[in-house]
């Protein structure tokens, strides 16, 4: 308590079982009920949508990271989260725990240098603050309004403060004129917010999801990252390789410039050297395979398959340490 070292498996975990839609008590080791979290569930076998679920909107809530839809209450099947994992309840759609399914979880736990959860009332006036509590500057941000309709507004390092870029869209990263992130590059304490309903909408409730980026608080000596978000440009005939300075279990990437869909990742799923198992945070599709398009390496990753010349943004968490 307090001093005690944490570790990447403290606060993030894939963890991979077969639906029954009956309740199912998953135990990975996170304590997400006492510290808070978010869980974000895919059905790998058939087209099931991505589902968000997250200790700050309460177990019963939950968001689709493929769809601009507002929050729905799944009072049948919700998910409660527990001090070493969760339980699944009964399935939504199939993505948290559909019979015969082959269910995927990834479980972030909350915790500084790491992942933040924040709940907010929008006001409509640009330059509002919304506190995190990461100590750090965050890598990437993602935004949904749960009260209506409206798509994932992200933003990531190594876009510029006047970008942004969906969550559930295949779009590139567009120009927001500051109506998004009122021209300000968030900080190791505030996200500052501009007016439009896409973040700050007057009476509208949204929630915020914020991971950090290369904070060296981790591991024995509280001095190792196990998170970094960053980007790079393919190129042909290459090696492509990208150094993070640790070896990487999952990543979540696209294409900056190009429509393009965000690419999932893990090595629980088969994220290997010799091929990779893919899902897509912006569809409900099942899992694809059988294709190379990126290898996780010792220090980092090496990619394989991409466009040329295109910038690429990534989120990539450590192996376990």
């Known amino acids: 308590a307090g ?15 077969d639906g029954t839609a009956t309740t199912q008590v998953i135990t990975n080791g996170l304590d997400l009920d006492g510290e808070g979290g978010m869980v974000w569930f895919k059905n790998r076998t058939a087209a099931d949508q991505n589902c968000v679920y997250d200790t700050e909107r309460g177990a019963g809530k939950v968001l689709f990271t493929d769809t601009t839809g507002a929050q729905l209450t799944n009072t049948g099947s919700k998910v409660d989260f527990n001090t070493d994992g969760f339980d699944t309840g009964t399935s939504y759609g199939g993505s948290e725990n559909g019979t015969g399914k082959s269910i995927c979880s990834w479980s972030f736990r909350k915790a500084p240098g790491f992942f933040d959860v924040v709940t907010y009332t929008g006001n409509g006036t640009a330059g509002r ?11 990437f941000v993602m935004i949904k309004r749960t009260n209506t309709s409206n798509n994932w507004i992200g933003w990531h390092r190594a876009l510029t403060n006047t970008q942004y870029i969906q969550l559930n869209s295949t779009a590139a990263a567009g120009a927001d004129g500051g109506i998004f992130w009122n021209s300000t590059t968030p900080d190791a304490d505030n996200i500052t917010l501009g007016s439009d309903s896409g973040v700050n909408g007057s009476g509208s409730t949204y929630i915020a999801y914020i991971f950090a980026h290369d904070a060296q608080v981790f591991g ?11 980007s790079f440009t393919f190129q042909y005939n290459q090696p492509n390789e990208i150094d993070v300075g640790f070896e990487p279990q999952w990543i979540l990437y696209k294409a900056v410039g190009m429509v393009d869909n965000w690419n999932l990742l893990d090595t629980m799923r088969g994220w290997t050297v010799e091929k990779d198992n893919w899902l897509y945070a912006n569809t409900s599709g099942a899992e694809g395979s059988n294709f190379d398009l990126m290898n996780p390496t010792s220090t980092g990753f090496k990619v394989n398959d991409g466009s040329y ?11 376990p340490m």
Do not use: M, N
């Open 129 to 139: 603050t919304l506190a995190h509590s990461l100590g750090s500057a965050p890598g």
């Open 309 to 319: 010349g295109q910038e690429y943004i990534y989120i990539a968490i450590r192996r």
């Open 3 to 17: 001093g005690d070292s944490l570790y990447v498996e403290d606060v993030f975990s894939t963890y991979l079982y």
């Open 220 to 230: 024995a000596g509280g001095d190792e990252s196990i998170i970094k978000c960053g």
